[in-house]
């Protein structure tokens, strides 16, 4: 496999494709840590798609989307299994990140 780009390389190298790579980038201890209130802007657009690809729960790939700060395609995952206690615990979450704290109950 090829080292992890970071997030300040160069767009040529190729996208982390397995789980263990975009889970070694995302929680790497050289990433700053995130702000409490992502904003509009995800963390490292280069990992959407490949987390959006990834062959795991798709609660994983919720949960690492939310890592990324992809707020956008988190809650399409965790709204679509609204009631399953899992899903409802990442959609707080990502309401509570996102400042939206009223409806992260």
């Not at 397995?18 to 409490?36: K, Q, Y």
Request: net charge negative.
């Amino acid at each position: 496999m090829s080292p992890i780009p970071s997030k300040t390389s160069s767009s040529d190298q190729s996208e982390p494709s397995a789980t263990g790579e975009i889970v070694a980038r995302l929680f790497s201890p050289d990433r700053p840590p995130p702000p409490l209130e992502p904003g509009t802007a995800v963390w490292e657009p280069a990992l959407v798609r490949p987390i959006s690809g990834l062959r795991e729960h798709r609660f994983v790939v919720a949960a690492l989307h939310l890592a990324n700060d992809d707020i956008h395609h988190a809650h399409l995952i965790a709204q679509d299994d609204e009631g399953d206690p899992t899903a409802d615990l990442l959609h707080a979450t990502l309401h509570r990140r996102e400042g939206d704290y009223w409806n992260s109950k």
